[in-house]
């Protein structure tokens, strides 16, 4: 019923930006706790970003500055502007949600995305 669509990815070059969208269906991104997260091969995943219901955004200290999250809820969609992309940066991204709170190291969302590869070349 719920479903999270990533879209937007591609490949860049250092130094470029990338906008990705996660359109959400049957769920109110203002209710909810909305994210992005990236895992590169070899590696963990690890959260980017995140907004809280209540408007409060968090980023990972690797991409602040650079990264923004925001959310529009008359399209229930979420968006993630990457500027001044690195190498370091490529992987696929995800988007996830959950309600009441949002997660930690022993809650994960409960909804995700597929994903969408983000590949940043040197």
């Known amino acids: 019923q719920v479903q999270l669509v990533e879209s937007g990815g591609g490949s860049v070059q250092a130094g470029g930006s990338l906008r990705l969208s996660c359109v959400a269906s049957r769920l109110d991104v203002t209710r909810h706790c909305m994210g992005w997260f990236r895992q590169a091969p070899g590696k963990e995943r690890e959260e980017v970003a995140h907004v809280a219901i209540e408007g409060s955004t968090t980023y990972a200290d690797s991409v602040k500055g650079r990264f923004i999250i925001s959310r529009d809820g008359t399209r229930d969609t979420v968006y993630l502007q990457m500027n001044g992309l690195k190498p370091e940066d490529t992987a696929m991204y995800f988007c996830?949600?959950?309600?009441?709170?949002?997660?930690?190291?022993?809650?994960?969302?409960?909804?995700w995305g597929r994903g969408t590869q983000v590949t940043v070349s040197s």
């Open positions: 996830a949600a959950a309600s009441g709170r949002c997660w930690d190291e022993y809650t994960l969302p409960y909804y």
